[in-house]
């Protein structure tokens, strides 16, 4: 992501009577032009709302009559609520959950992709990536229906080989679980797809050299994979705990929250809180901590891909 | 010396057959609820919420998609879903090109600012603006409408970045012999930069078409009226917390959302996969 400044265009030479004040003035309301559509929208759904959500968080606004400032009386119930609380526990253990599981398992599938040692590696790779166009919503609904623990197929199959897994959407214990495994799912293309561009890009020069000094095929791994994949692994992590900071959809579709709050997320929260209590500020304040919590996350993200892009010179 | 040599190269062909069972085994597994969403739409109702359950149907019917039409106004989300991620698509396209060119290749004043200030809202998760969002589109009375549905979304701070990206990189030679030549920037625009910035503009128009088809929280909150939701939110209709789960027409409500996107990626499999890599090192 390189923040490289555009090169300084130098206005071709101005022939003939025109000005160069008029020939400013004409290339300033062009360049407004093109960006007038683009910034409206902008400026309208992302910059104004962020201030908007600045300014419900500080108020009682329910959506009826008149706001009142309330100082910092929601931000106080986010932290000290215990539903709330519960709910960025829940956030923080499915991030502890998807993060390592997704991003370990798209790694070995990338690194198990790029092998010379696999046949049909383009099939592969076409089967491994089809969950990514599957919506969360319509993964859900498949993952249901194989868990179901009357009908389901792969409930059946577990069964047979002696695990009852009961009905895992009503288990507090066993939900999280679930609508995790259902991210992890849709989600490890993605990243299997990162790693796998990042591995392509470590240069086979490196292998062989290593080879020559003797080095087996876990050497070759532990001393020229790992740390040539550091910055893309730790890239991988954040956008990962990035989207897993924002669960929603199965969660929503599955459990509603459920069994016993166990699965109520941040994002399902808010959802709740601004949608059906109508608490808009308490929801306001609590999009807030979302939003720096992925703020900070960020800024990590950049730091890893400044440090990417120094390396490679 | 050549027993030691075969041996070898009988070890390294075991392990090749281990390897490919094992990577087949496991791409069956991934594949299983993609299967089982196709087998379980052509299944008859007996047969869905039969035990012992059953992979393959054994009899073949088309009476589940018969009834998504029945139990919602699916042509209706079907159209809806096009509507939404195609029309989201075409203004992101359009606008974030627009914007993206006069950032990667003129020069004015407050231009690093106004990047910089777009990168920044690149780290804002729409959940986050959500509700201000919603009062917006409100306020401006267009719940229940495609315009409200895609305003939010006609121009995205990803697209605009990635695209100058792009921009940047193109040769500067053309545009500059064109500006001689007196052509307008509209024109260097249209009928320079634009030609030669399709791959850009795939990659980018897949991944905005996938995102927007796949959305489940923006149509749910903004449509509450059934006849103006997609695809992905009228299926979450089908199901009550405590109502029995009609799983046959909820398959074949499934593989029609999904269908459209296979069959781009099936198309489009090599830009379907670069779009990808490109987006993923947002």
Redo the contacts between chains.
């Keep these: 992501?390189?923040?490289?400044?555009?090169?300084?265009?130098r206005?071709?030479p101005q022939i003939g009577g025109r000005g160069p004040l008029q020939g400013r003035m004409k290339?300033?309301l062009?360049?407004i032009a093109?960006?007038l559509?683009?910034?409206?929208?902008?400026v309208?759904?992302?910059?104004?709302?962020?201030v908007?959500?600045l300014r419900?968080s500080f108020t009682d606004a329910s959506g009826f009559g008149t706001p009142e400032w309330v100082g910092i009386e929601n931000y106080v119930k986010v932290f000290t609520d215990s539903n709330i609380l519960r709910a960025m526990g829940n956030t923080a253990l499915y991030t502890i959950m998807f993060t390592p599981l997704v991003v370990v398992l798209a790694l070995l599938?990338a690194l198990?992709l790029n092998?010379p040692?696999?046949?049909?590696r383009g099939v592969?790779?076409?089967?491994?990536?089809?969950?990514?166009?599957?919506?969360?919503?319509?993964?859900a609904?498949?993952?249901?229906?194989?868990l179901?623990p009357?009908?389901?197929?792969?409930s059946?199959w577990l069964q047979n080989l002696g695990i009852r897994i009961g009905d895992v959407l009503q288990d507090p214990a066993l939900a999280m679980p679930t609508v995790v495994l259902i991210a992890v799912?849709k989600n490890f293309?993605?990243?299997m797809?990162?790693f796998?561009?990042g591995v392509q890009e470590i240069p086979q020069s490196l292998y062989e050299a290593a080879r020559m000094d003797g080095a087996g095929p876990l050497a070759r791994f532990r001393s020229v994979t790992v740390p040539l994949l550091g910055n893309t692994t730790g890239f991988v992590l954040v956008?990962a705990t990035?989207a897993a900071?924002?669960a929603?959809?199965q969660i929503?579709?599955l459990t509603?929250g459920g069994p016993y709050q166990s699965t109520q997320t941040v994002?399902m929260q808010?959802?709740k809180s601004?949608?059906k209590d109508l608490e808009?500020g308490f929801?306001?304040a609590l999009?807030?901590v979302?939003?720096v919590a992925?703020?900070l996350l960020?800024?990590i993200q950049f730091a890893i891909t400044a440090r990417g892009e120094k390396d490679a010179g | 010396m050549t027993t030691v040599h075969s041996r070898r190269r009988l070890t390294a062909a075991i392990?090749?057959a281990l390897?490919?069972a094992a990577?087949l085994l496991?791409?069956l597994l991934?594949?299983?609820?993609?299967v089982?969403?196709v087998f379980?739409a052509f299944k008859p109702v007996a047969e869905?919420?039969?035990?012992?359950?059953?992979?393959v149907p054994g009899a073949w019917t088309l009476d589940n998609f018969t009834r998504i039409f029945t139990d919602l106004p699916f042509a209706r989300l079907i159209l809806n879903s096009f509507v939404f991620a195609g029309g989201v698509t075409l203004f992101a396209l359009?606008?974030?090109s627009?914007?993206a060119?006069?950032?990667?290749?003129?020069?004015?004043r407050g231009?690093?600012v106004?990047?910089i200030?777009?990168?920044a809202?690149?780290?804002?998760?729409f959940?986050?603006?959500?509700?201000?969002?919603?009062?917006?589109v409100a306020d401006l009375g267009w719940i229940n409408s495609y315009t409200g549905l895609i305003?939010?979304?006609?121009?995205d701070?990803f697209g605009?970045f990635f695209l100058r990206?792009f921009f940047?990189a193109l040769p500067?030679d053309l545009d500059?012999a064109a500006?001689?030549d007196g052509a307008?920037?509209?024109r260097i625009?249209r009928s320079i930069v634009l030609p030669n910035a399709v791959p850009a503009l795939v990659t980018l128009g897949i991944y905005t078409f996938?995102n927007n088809?796949?959305?489940?929280?923006w149509p749910?909150?903004l449509t509450t009226d059934q006849q103006m939701g997609t695809i992905?939110s009228g299926?979450?209709m089908l199901?009550g917390?405590n109502g029995i789960?009609p799983?046959g027409v909820?398959?074949a409500g499934?593989l029609i959302?999904?269908a459209p996107?296979?069959i781009?990626?099936l198309v489009l499999?090599r830009r379907?996969?670069q779009s990808?890599?490109a987006t993923?090192?947002?």
């Design positions: 992501m390189a923040l490289s400044t555009t090169r300084r265009f206005p071709p290339r300033r062009i360049v093109f960006l559509p683009a910034m409206t929208v902008l309208a759904f992302v910059f104004w709302p962020m908007a959500a419900l599938l198990a092998s040692a696999l046949p049909l592969f790779r076409t089967a491994l990536f089809l969950p990514f166009i599957v919506s969360l919503a319509v993964a609904f498949a993952w249901q229906y194989l179901d009357q009908v389901g197929l792969l059946f799912w293309p993605f990243y797809i990162v796998l561009a956008i990035i900071l924002q929603f959809d929503y579709i509603g994002v808010i959802y601004g949608f808009l929801a306001s999009s807030y979302l939003l992925t703020l960020s800024l | 392990t090749r390897f490919f990577m496991v791409a991934i594949l299983l609820p993609i089982i969403i379980t869905v919420n039969a035990f012992p359950p059953t992979l359009m606008f974030d627009l914007a060119y006069v950032l990667a290749r003129v020069d004015f231009s690093r106004l990047l200030a777009i990168i809202s690149l780290m804002v998760p959940q986050a603006t959500l509700i201000p969002v919603y009062q917006l305003a939010p979304r006609a121009a701070a605009i990206q940047l500067r500059n500006r001689i307008s920037e509209l625009f996938v088809w796949n959305d489940l929280l749910l909150v992905t299926l979450t199901t917390p789960i799983y909820m398959m499934s959302a999904l996107l296979a781009l990626f499999q379907f996969i990808v890599a993923g090192l947002k």
